[in-house]
């Protein structure tokens, strides 16, 4: 779980003369992660595509052409796998579909040209329909120069006048004008006229006439291109299932046909190696010897094992045979367990773990949605969480969008359990609508208690020192591989500076200088008396807090002799400053809370009892609910009627307080609820990433492709 499945690289040789049933077997198998040959042998060439190779990579080629033009894509496909009795039936209905289509799109490409220029047209001719004047009368003169143009007519007139010229007619339209002149310096005449010329557009007749036929021709064309679409249409619901499936079926078969390329090969021999699962290796080898029998040989090259301390190392079975290879590093196939496995993609955000790393999918899956529940803690959202999660894991065909589903789920569910324990719906107290359950509430989120609120604000730091414990840990395994020394130095090193600083804080050695809810000389500190529980901490003694604080000056040291300089400056960072960045936990905790208890307040009203605790007023008008000793705090939207005396205007002061009270209720916590997503969500993903991963993770790691493809569109027998 911590470590990826331990990988064995092979080596398959045999006959040319059984090549192609072996690259069959391979990919039926779906195990070996082939690598490429390099061509470095002297004597081998990399392989040819087998025969009919060239053929199907046309019809693949053609195949995806025809899907893009359809725009076909999973949500076409019933469920049923389709079959093909022989390769010139896929062949000939393949063919069939794709004169078809391109009959319809080479129409619609040139139905589609017709209407962008006819468009063009009255774009142009537009303008010169206030003018009223036929476009063959604006040009074809030998003496005399029209010009077109957006402008203001009364400033085009002044303009010529002031020029002290007779020869020219200025014709005006809505923002259009046309001047005819002889003689006149227009450019010149028109300085500081905004005078925007337009080109007469090479047609005849009335503008209004020939406007109305292009946007005839228009409509004629749009009605043309929709009724090929149509039919396009037609062909995509009546074949997308057969061209899933035959871009499946020949996809696998350009598959089969390029797989020569990657091996090593003479002129009567190939030879190919790979990476697989150590545990898989008995598998591949009798299904290839129930396939060609003694006709191909099978080796297990090396092992790439895991020493006592945790990191791989080669065992090559064949190493005189294989000395003068260069052993790479095998790809990496995660080995979690099904409930984990989901939260792989937040690890391969960052980056795939390397073969030689610790892989820390398990530690996200324990501490991202129970984190992610504390900050939230709410039944309603954490229900809402769930169902959004499980929609999302439904109608998504990607893998990673189904993982984020299931993480979703995962975080709804924590945002329950703790709103269980925080009596919480939807910001409002389960206790105070008469539910009473055991150990709701035994919880508190601490928006109006102080101590309640430096209990979240310990309990964070508590988690933060775990965390980065477990990832400074995470780290001294992975550097083992570059010796013992360099991973106690690098590690442990700040594995001592954190917990002994915060062991220090939380022992009594100089306690009169420290908060008094950590420790305090009254022993009264937030792990030993608060409103929820007391767990009988009172703080370590003084003798135990010096050792604890000579521990984090050893770890200084170490820091400092591994990293010199560099060391002494990151130890504030590394032992004080990263552990407080957990206190944003706290933070979203009473936000998200207080956000959702005035969304309330302003809903239901409110009242202040005796003991100075805010209180929705659920049961009725404020002023009939406030105990004695109480009083008024806030008077919510929902009773905005409720007090007015009966008739007409009651009545209707009555609706509109519910209704505005509903439409705040819902929209206020729509807004909370997804707030709460982008608040806790990022903010926990950062303190995976930067302070988590940032202790140890490196990541880089190959991912295992192996030969072969599971099918989804088409049977096993399709041939």
């Given at each position: ?18 090549l ?44 995806r ?19 093909f ?7 000939e ?122 946007e005839?021709?228009?409509e ?35 598959q ?54 945790g990191?791989?190392v ?31 993609p ?23 949605p ?43 569910i924590?945002?329950?359990i ?15 609508i008469?539910?009473h ?55 442990l ?16 050695h ?25 767990l ?27 990293e ?7 130890t ?25 208890f ?26 009939e ?38 439409a ?24 995976e ?9 490196e ?21």
């Amino acid at each position: 779980m911590l470590r990826p499945k331990q990988m064995s690289k092979v080596s398959v040789a045999g006959s040319k003369a059984v090549l192609e049933d072996v690259v069959e077997e391979l990919h039926d198998l779906n195990l070996v992660h082939i690598t490429d040959y390099d061509g470095s042998w002297e004597g081998f060439e990399n392989g040819n595509p087998l025969e009919g190779g060239e053929e199907v990579s046309g019809k693949l080629v053609q195949v995806r052409a025809v899907l893009n033009t359809l725009d076909v894509d999973d949500e076409d496909f019933d469920g049923d796998a389709h079959g093909f009795e022989t390769r010139d039936e896929l062949y000939e209905r393949l063919e069939d579909v794709r004169e078809r289509v391109n009959s319809l799109e080479d129409e619609r490409n040139e139905l589609r040209n017709e209407l962008r220029e006819a468009r063009e047209r009255k774009r142009t001719v537009e303008p010169f329909v206030d003018l009223g004047i036929d476009l063959e009368l604006l040009d074809g003169y030998d003496e005399i120069d029209v010009h077109v143009g957006l402008a203001d007519p009364e400033e085009v007139r002044e303009a010529l006048e002031e020029s002290e010229s007779d020869e020219y007619e200025v014709f005006g339209g809505d923002g259009v004008v046309a001047v005819a002149e002889r003689g006149v310096e227009f450019d010149d005449a028109l300085m500081g006229v905004e005078f925007s010329e337009l080109e007469v557009p090479d047609l005849r007749g009335d503008p209004a006439e020939t406007l109305k036929e292009v946007e005839e021709s228009i409509e004629s064309l749009e009605d043309e291109i929709s009724e090929i679409e149509a039919r396009l249409d037609g062909i995509r619901e009546e074949e997308a299932e057969f061209l899933l499936a035959a871009e499946e079926e020949l996809s696998i078969e350009a598959q089969k046909t390029d797989a020569p390329l990657h091996f090593a090969t003479t002129t009567n021999s190939f030879y190919a190696e790979g990476w697989i699962p150590s545990e898989s290796y008995d598998d591949v080898l009798s299904r290839l010897h129930e396939a060609v029998g003694d006709r191909v040989d099978v080796n297990e090259l090396e092992t790439v094992e895991y020493d006592g301390d945790g990191h791989p190392v080669e065992e090559d079975e064949e190493e005189e045979e294989h000395e003068h290879e260069d052993t790479d590093e095998p790809p990496v196939v995660q080995d979690n367990p099904d409930i984990v496995k989901p939260f792989e993609p937040l690890v391969h955000t960052i980056n795939r773990p390397k073969y030689s790393e610790l892989d820390p999918t398990i530690v996200v899956f324990l501490t991202f949605p129970f984190a992610f529940g504390f900050m939230i803690g709410d039944i309603g959202y954490g229900v809402l969480y769930m169902l959004m999660g499980y929609g999302v894991y439904k109608v998504s065909d990607s893998e990673v969008l189904q993982a984020l589903g299931i993480i979703g789920v995962w975080a709804g569910i924590f945002t329950v359990i703790f709103g269980y324990l925080y009596d919480d719906l939807f910001g409002v107290y389960l206790s105070d609508i008469g539910i009473h359950l055991p150990l709701a509430g035994s919880l508190s989120k601490g928006i109006q208690t102080t101590e309640v609120a430096l209990t979240w604000l310990v309990a964070s730091i508590l988690f933060g020192i775990l965390h980065l414990t477990i990832g400074h840990l995470f780290g001294f395994f992975n550097d083992l591989s570059h010796g013992l020394k360099e991973a106690v130095t690098e590690n442990l090193s700040w594995i001592f500076i954190i917990l002994g600083f915060f062991g220090w804080v939380f022992s009594k050695h100089l306690v009169e200088e420290k908060p008094e809810f950590l420790v305090g000389d009254t022993e009264q500190n937030v792990l030993n008396t608060n409103p929820m529980f007391d767990l009988g901490f009172t703080g370590f003694s003084s003798d135990v807090g010096i050792a604890l604080g000579l521990l984090a000056v050893v770890g200084v040291v170490m820091a400092v002799y591994a990293e010199g300089a560099i060391g002494a400056v990151e130890t504030p960072t590394n032992a004080f400053g990263h552990v407080l960045s957990y206190l944003r936990i706290m933070a979203v905790l009473i936000a998200k809370g207080g956000m959702a208890f005035v969304v309330n307040i302003l809903v239901f009203g409110a009242y202040e009892s005796p003991d100075g605790y805010i209180n929705f007023a659920l049961t009725g008008h404020p002023t009939e609910v406030v105990p004695e000793g109480g009083e008024v705090a806030f008077t919510g939207l929902v009773w905005l009627g409720l007090g007015a005396d009966g008739g007409a205007l009651g009545i209707l002061l009555l609706v509109v307080g519910l209704v505005a009270a509903v439409a705040v209720f819902a929209l206020g916590h729509v807004i909370v609820l997804l707030l709460g997503i982008t608040a806790a969500g990022i903010q926990m993903v950062r303190l995976e990433y930067v302070e988590f991963f940032g202790k140890f993770y490196e990541g880089g790691g190959d991912k295992f492709e192996p030969f072969g493809k599971q099918r989804k569109y088409t049977d096993e027998g399709s041939n």
